[in-house]
């Protein structure tokens, strides 16, 4: 783990009793697909009695409602059009990560292969962006997440009280993978899975508009050779320090 440049007390001269200022943390967790965000940011959610939110499912829900629609991955001003136009509700429920629009729910439609590639499209849309960061900023308003995505701690909420970028291994995170699909049933060999991954690294870091990048103050977490629970104890720990410093 890396510290990166962040001071854990740095914000021991904030004001504790700023009324304006959220009583629970906002916890942003960035970083590749298949660096176990999800799995780590339910947990540590779990473990703080906080709302888990998964920002890529977002962006997959309108993915998938792109498709049913039949609009041009390459129009992306109809794409915000659509994102604009719509009422999304997106919420933790029985376990699952659940995403409704306009009612309809899309969750069982989320992680499929068509999805996979349709949402490395619809995220470069810039418009699509602007409609879901601004839900994902009201969702973080009042504390008490842990949310998770590409651009969490450079757009959505920059000045979080824990950042964290996790990040892993290429061919790990291939592996990770390779077996969450392998348990759902869907035959992929592990070289495709690790070209479909190098492919979305691409299209993460290329992106024009909220590309995934480790801002300076996030802590940077490999968690290669870890497990989840040690990860989760590291974001733990973090919050703890953070917590004190702001009440001394
Ligand atoms: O985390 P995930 O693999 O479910 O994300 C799905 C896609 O959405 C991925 O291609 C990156 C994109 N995404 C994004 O651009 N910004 C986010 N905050 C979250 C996900």
Same mark, same amino acid.
């Given at each position: 783990?890396?510290?990166?440049?962040?001071?854990?007390?740095?914000?021991?001269?904030?004001?504790?009793?700023?009324?304006?200022?959220?009583?629970?943390?906002?916890i942003?967790?960035?970083?590749?697909a298949?660096?176990?965000?999800?799995?780590?940011?339910?947990?540590?959610?779990?473990?703080?009695?906080?709302?888990?939110?998964?920002?890529?499912?977002?962006? @997959?829900?309108?993915? $998938?409602?792109?498709?049913? /629609?039949? *609009?041009?991955?390459?129009?992306? +001003?109809? =794409?915000? &059009? !659509?994102?604009?136009?719509?009422?999304?509700?997106?919420?933790?429920?029985?376990?699952?990560?659940?995403?409704?629009?306009?009612?309809?729910?899309?969750?069982?439609?989320?992680?499929?292969?068509?999805?996979?590639?349709?949402?490395?499209?619809?995220?470069?849309?810039?418009?699509?962006?602007?409609?879901?960061?601004?839900?994902?900023?009201?969702?973080?308003?009042?504390?008490?997440?842990?949310?998770?995505?590409?651009?969490?701690?450079?757009v959505?909420?920059?000045?979080?009280?824990?950042?964290?970028?996790?990040?892993?291994?290429?061919?790990?995170?291939? @592996?990770?993978?390779w $077996?969450?699909?392998k348990? /759902?049933? *869907?035959?992929?060999?592990?070289? +495709?899975? =690790?070209? &479909? !991954?190098q492919?979305?690294?691409?299209?993460?870091?290329?992106?024009?508009?909220?590309?995934?990048?480790?801002?300076?103050?996030?802590?940077?977490?490999?968690?290669?050779?870890?497990?989840?629970?040690?990860?989760?104890?590291?974001?733990?720990?973090?919050?703890?320090?953070?917590?004190?410093?702001?009440?001394?």
């Amino acid at each position: 783990m890396d510290m990166g440049h962040s001071q854990p007390c740095k914000h021991q001269a904030m004001p504790t009793k700023d009324p304006a200022r959220p009583k629970k943390l906002r916890i942003a967790i960035d970083g590749p697909a298949g660096a176990g965000k999800s799995t780590v940011a339910r947990k540590v959610a779990d473990i703080l009695g906080y709302t888990y939110l998964d920002t890529g499912a977002m962006y @997959r829900a309108l993915a $998938v409602l792109a498709l049913d /629609r039949k *609009i041009s991955f390459d129009d992306h +001003e109809a =794409l915000g &059009e !659509m994102a604009a136009s719509v009422n999304m509700d997106a919420r933790e429920d029985d376990g699952v990560f659940r995403v409704w629009i306009d009612g309809q729910e899309f969750t069982h439609r989320l992680r499929t292969p068509e999805t996979d590639r349709a949402v490395k499209l619809i995220s470069m849309a810039q418009p699509v962006r602007r409609v879901l960061v601004e839900i994902q900023r009201e969702l973080a308003r009042r504390g008490g997440v842990v949310m998770e995505g590409r651009d969490i701690t450079s757009v959505v909420i920059p000045d979080a009280e824990v950042k964290v970028f996790l990040t892993a291994d290429v061919n790990e995170r291939a @592996r990770r993978r390779w $077996v969450d699909l392998k348990n /759902r049933g *869907i035959d992929m060999s592990f070289e +495709e899975v =690790l070209a &479909e !991954m190098q492919a979305r690294d691409a299209k993460d870091l290329e992106r024009e508009w909220g590309k995934l990048v480790k801002v300076e103050d996030a802590v940077l977490i490999d968690s290669t050779d870890m497990s989840i629970d040690e990860v989760c104890r590291i974001i733990v720990g973090l919050c703890e320090a953070r917590q004190r410093c702001s009440t001394v």
